[in-house]
């Protein structure tokens, strides 16, 4: 009896020990980049936004929010193996919320970049949008998609879909449109983006991401040192208010030569007025038209970390931006402020104003066209 009571005693110690262990608060999952997924949880305009990982079989991960389907982090292997996030972002979903004029990371639409007074026209029919930046739209006003919550599918660990619908209307722009996204983390160590959309009345389109590359991974480092090079013999010129004058110039003998690898910070500082007008680099560049676009657009490398980033498009543009607007003033991912020029912008895109250019390629999308584009991130590593 003494024994059988002995052994009452341990079991029900057992079992209280494992009640008790199950009512333990358990500790919050975390992504290699330090993020934890209950920070993305919240709800924006009756929607649920939500945190996604995703990682191929090399260890790369990219973290995504559904909210403006925005790059949170990006995990890629420097020259040692070790792997270091190289995209500036917010720690949390509140974070993004509250930094209203913030684009990091985030899908941008329907029309990156600047519509000269936020005015165009199709068919004669004359339209009128937001003017959030020096008296023009810019990222399709102020609440673009990047401030849209996206339905999100993850069919596979290596996958994220994001769809959104788009009103007749919805910031001035016409149609019902419907924009399909696909990240995806590669074999081959690439981020790929592909966009697709449908609109059932001629409207215009321009979808892009807005990430912010730091290769070193030390993003209290500014990106001076950073070497990029651009298969782009032209670029397009910008006055005061950052909109493109219309003209497309030559970069030969001017601080816009990246045909051949160069530091970012090389001219970045020279006496030029349009590094004046845009404060730094942030022009578009015109990619060489025929170009094999199974080649790199663009290549960046960071001599410290061993990382190079090629970027691949079909889009006969890439917007060049550093940072310039950075000012230390936004605390980001573990806290750090971000300061000037931290970062830089490869953004594929048609031209800036393109509605307004009618020599310049075409954004118009039609009923029964489907609107494509896409981009890609590739990652590799710099010999020692």
């Known amino acids: 009896m003494t024994i059988l009571l002995s052994m009452k005693k341990v079991l029900n110690a057992i079992a209280i020990a494992l009640l008790l262990a199950g009512c333990r608060p358990a500790e919050p999952a975390l992504t290699e980049s330090g993020l934890s997924f209950d920070d ?11 945190l996604y990982k995703l990682n191929n079989a090399n ?10 389907g925005r790059l949170v982090s990006l995990m890629v292997p420097d020259r040692d193996g070790h792997l270091r996030d190289i995209v500036l972002g917010h720690q949390t979903i509140a974070d993004y919320i509250n930094n209203i004029d913030g684009n990091f990371g985030a899908i941008i639409g329907r029309y990156g970049n600047r519509i000269n007074q936020g005015r165009f026209a199709i068919d004669s029919v004359d339209y009128q949008l937001p003017r959030n930046n020096f008296g023009h739209c810019l990222h399709g006003g102020p609440i673009g998609f990047h401030h849209s919550v996206w339905d999100a599918v993850q069919p596979d660990d ?14 001035g722009f016409p149609g019902n449109v419907d924009v399909e996204v696909t990240y995806t983390l590669t074999a081959d160590n690439a981020l790929n983006i592909s966009y697709r959309a449908t609109t059932d009345k001629p409207t215009i389109l321009n979808l892009t991401n807005h990430s912010y590359f730091n290769l070193s991974g030390d993003p209290t480092k500014d990106i001076s ?27 030969a003998a001017t601080p816009f030569d990246f045909t051949q690898p160069k530091a970012i910070g090389q001219d970045i500082n020279v006496d030029d007025e ?8 942030d022009h578009n560049m015109v ?4 170009r094999d676009t199974s080649a790199p657009a663009a290549v960046l490398e960071d001599e410290e970390s061993g990382i190079r980033m090629e970027v691949f498009t079909a889009e006969p543009g890439i917007q060049f931006y550093t940072g310039n ?13 971000y300061p000037h020029r931290a970062a830089i912008c490869l953004e594929s895109q048609h031209f800036p104003d393109s509605p307004n250019k009618p020599d310049w390629p075409s954004v118009t999308v039609r009923p029964g066209e489907q609107y494509t ?10 010999e020692n």
Request: aromatic share 10%; hydrophobic share 35%; with cysteine.
């Open 325 to 337: 607007f950075l000012d230390g003033s936004v605390a980001g991912k573990r806290g750090i402020a």
């Open 225 to 251: 040192k950073e070497i990029i090079w651009f298969d782009a013999p032209a670029f397009t010129p910008i006055d005061s208010t950052f909109m493109t004058t219309g003209e497309i110039l030559s970069v």
């Open 158 to 171: 290596s996958t994220l879909v994001l769809r959104l619908s788009s009103p007749d209307g919805e910031a």
């Open 274 to 281: 349009q590094l004046k007008n845009g404060r730094g680099y």
């Open 40 to 50: 993305f949880i919240a709800e924006v305009d009756g929607k649920s936004t939500a």
């Open 373 to 382: 584009s896409h981009c890609s991130y590739r990652f590799s590593c710099l």
């Open 287 to 290: 990619l060489r038209e025929g």
């Open 59 to 68: 260890g790369l991960e990219a973290c995504i929010t559904n909210y403006g």
